[in-house]
């Protein structure tokens, strides 16, 4: 057998990054989960090493780096087609210090259902020589909201335990900025154009997380990776429930959007501020939850801020800042009202 | 075959296609950095807010000496100047 010997992390000398996540057999307890930042960059280190090929600025990295922080021992990877798929695992290497697979497009959550239920029979015989392994997937919009829908709602419906996390870029950016069931409306895009016949994408963002609330499962959230604590106990709760949990991360992604390469943190804290992506989690017994910065809008509504806050940065929906198309960008801010107002008749936390 | 066994000699996972974990699978991307952050450490209040909104695991806070930038990888992208909250980390051209 040949022993090979891993590179070292580059940051921290005489100690690799990648040790945290080797687990002997018989590796019992659980990981803690750290919110204090100097205790997590003492004692934490992610499950994506530097240097992959995600483009300068993007977001993705960041939900993943923050979810590793919050995984609680021996976990694989499932990864669906899409950029953190083609940016991290170029033959024969690998950025993932964790246990990772890739099946196709449409599948990863049909793998994530055989790889749980092996788990599950390898603990049943005695061969399993962990307490708990857990699966968790990275989807992108187009795996999830077009391609993979039918499998993870198969997976849903059946049961199994795992957490998918959609790392939502709203629209196909790995292949070249098409549109998906995911762009919002009057976006631009390279198969919705904005000219003189439409302005941009004339579909209403598809409702996913809301879809996945529809099945009844037992975890449902939606984070930013700028609202880091939140994705980072969001993640935690995923993992610890006994059945499918579905987290909706929003990715900025700056080719795509049109925007600097600085600005994926501030354009996702602006997304939660104008409410266009509202913060809340969905359990059976709780229903609606408003969590962190959106529940501070619900208690004092004066934080709400209009939806060019969020528009100006980005160079996808510059069309909309002309004033010839203000009545497009009243229709945009009265869709986003109600879809809050629905949001807060609908949480159970909110003041009435 | 009959009652023969097949034999492997080797283990079977040696033959197949394993990918190993590696810093900088895509090469040296600090490579592709137009703008370079610059540290003032004197000014930094040690919030660890870089380190956690790094999108490459490339900077390091150490709490006594200040923040560390590993710019063989670091690709330039600027959001950690954007998050710090006391102006810290400056972007300089290349």
Known sequence: MVVRTLPQYPIKKGEPAYKIWIFEPGWKGELPLITNPRQLAEQKRPALLPGHRLCAGCAAPIIVKLASLAFRGPTIVVSATGCIEVATTIFPYTSWAIPWIHNAFENSAATASGIESAIKALKKTGRLPYDHVDVVVFAGDGGTYDIGIQALSGAAERGHDFLYILYDNEAYMNTGIQRSGGTPKFAWTTTSPVGSVIPGKMEHKKPIADIMVAHRIPYVATTTPAHWIDLMKKVRKGIEVNGPAFIHALSPCDRGWRHAENLAIEISRRAVDTCYFPLWEWTPEKGYMLTDRSLSIARNPKLKQPIEKFLELQGRFRHLLKPENRHLLKELQEYVDAMWEDLLNRATNAPK | ?94
């Open chain 2, 1 to 94: 075959m009959g009652k023969d066994k097949l034999v492997i000699e080797k283990p079977l996972y040696d033959r197949l296609p394993i990918a190993k974990p590696m810093v900088g699978v895509a090469g040296k991307t600090g490579l592709w950095r137009v703008e370079k952050p610059v540290v003032n450490n004197s000014k930094c209040t040690r919030c660890f807010l870089c380190e956690i909104y790094c999108p490459v695991n490339v900077i390091r806070v150490e709490p006594e000496t200040g923040v560390e930038i590993d710019y063989d990888y670091c690709k330039g992208c600027g959001i950690c100047a954007d998050v710090c909250p006391v102006n810290a980390i400056e972007m300089k051209p290349e």
